[in-house]
């Protein structure tokens, strides 16, 4: 079965879920989920670990990129910490009403790193 490109998948549906993840796994593309995580936030998820660029300085720069974005919009601390402590930053929270920009631009910034 072939599959469009998407750059990143809702979380809702295992299978579509897994069907995502083959098919970015086959390309070498980056695989972006977004799940809701409360009222106010979802989680946004990547995974290049497929590819062949430095784990830990792409995850450095999104952590930076990351950082700069929640102390823009004056996120508090405490809805965030819990994620600071990820041996590679590969999951963000972010404000409901962004998290498609936002996972759509983490793609594109992904593929441009590839």
């Not at 995502?20 to 086959?26: D, G, P, S, T």
């Not at 290049?48 to 430095?54: A, L, R, S």
């Not at 990820?86 to 983490?106: P, R, V, W």
Request: hydrophobic share 35%.
């Amino acid at each position: 079965m072939s599959m469009k490109m998407r750059k990143f998948i809702y979380i809702d549906d295992s299978k579509f879920t897994n069907d995502h993840w083959e098919y970015c796994e086959k390309n070498k593309i980056p695989y972006i989920t977004v799940k809701r995580k409360n009222k106010s936030f979802f989680e946004v998820f990547y995974d290049i670990t497929n590819t062949k660029v430095d784990l830990n300085s792409v995850s450095d720069e999104i952590k930076n990129i990351y950082l700069s974005y929640v102390k823009f919009l004056l996120i508090p601390y405490y809805e965030y910490e819990s994620y600071l402590s990820q041996n590679y930053f590969f999951s963000m929270l972010i404000k409901e009403g962004h998290e498609q920009f936002f996972a759509e631009k983490l793609f594109d910034y992904l593929m441009n790193e590839l």
